[in-house]
């Protein structure tokens, strides 16, 4: 157990619909990554908050939102869902942005 | 710009001989290196990292890895292979502009009985 949290670990849901992807970091853990894994294209970051602010962005749609909370919990927003979405999405903490990451169990995410 | 490559999709190896996870890196300044491991349908597991010192890096599992800067590789090693080490293993570097993980595409170790 990394001691990440993510919830729902699965989610089905049609086409053009919102989700909300839920992440709870370890312990002390200021800084939530946010990934996507798709079958045929590895892994692929979305984006990063350290401490309630945003710290980098990657390959991350202007259709996905995400936020970090006072709590250090964070949330991933999807919305106007495609079928191209489905995939596992993957949240992970680290202590500060020089240290290892530990990863949640990842949310499975199908569009129909 | 740094990168990292995992030249190998798919490795496979009997149970029981070493086994070899390769790597490379292009970063312009020190790299921090880890290696992280997959198993079906769960989140990747840290495995290790070198950020200095010692070459050989021990990590969980009976994993090691080797740090070579002259070749810019960092190749993930174990002398005996389980079947249970079948999965899927990703080598990351750290950008250090932004510190962000940047992944290779990942290869998959299939450990034959």
């Known amino acids: 157990d990394s001691g990440v949290t993510q919830t729902p670990k699965h989610l089905i849901t049609a086409t053009g619909q919102r989700v909300t992807l839920r992440c709870s970091p370890r312990?002390?853990?200021?800084?939530v990554y946010w990934y996507q894994q798709s079958l045929d294209q590895g892994l692929q970051f979305l984006i990063q908050?350290?401490?309630?602010?945003?710290?980098a962005k990657g390959n991350i749609l202007e259709r996905f939102s995400a936020q970090q909370f006072p709590d250090l919990h964070s949330e991933l927003n999807l919305s106007s869902l495609e079928l191209g979405d489905s995939a596992l999405y993957f949240c992970a903490s680290s202590r500060a942005g020089n240290t290892e990451a530990f990863f949640g169990q990842g949310t499975r995410l199908t569009v129909v | 710009a740094q990168s990292v490559a995992q030249p190998e999709d798919q490795v496979n190896v009997a149970e029981g001989n070493p086994l070899t996870v390769k790597c490379t890196y292009s970063v312009s300044g020190n790299p921090y290196l880890f290696w992280y491991v997959q198993y079906p349908n769960r989140g990747l597991q840290f495995l290790l990292k070198?950020?200095?010192?010692d070459n050989l890096v021990k990590g969980s599992y009976g994993f090691e890895a080797e740090f070579n800067k002259s070749q810019t590789s960092f190749h993930l090693k174990k002398p005996s292979a389980l079947v249970s080490d079948s999965a899927l293993y990703f080598c990351?570097?750290?950008?250090?502009?932004?510190?962000?993980?940047?992944w290779g595409a990942g290869t998959k170790l299939i450990i034959k009985p």
């Open positions: 908050y350290y401490n309630g602010e945003e710290r």
């Open positions: 312990s002390g853990d200021l800084s």
């Open positions: 070198y950020i200095t010192g």
């Open positions: 990351a570097v750290r950008d250090d502009s932004n510190y962000q993980l940047i």
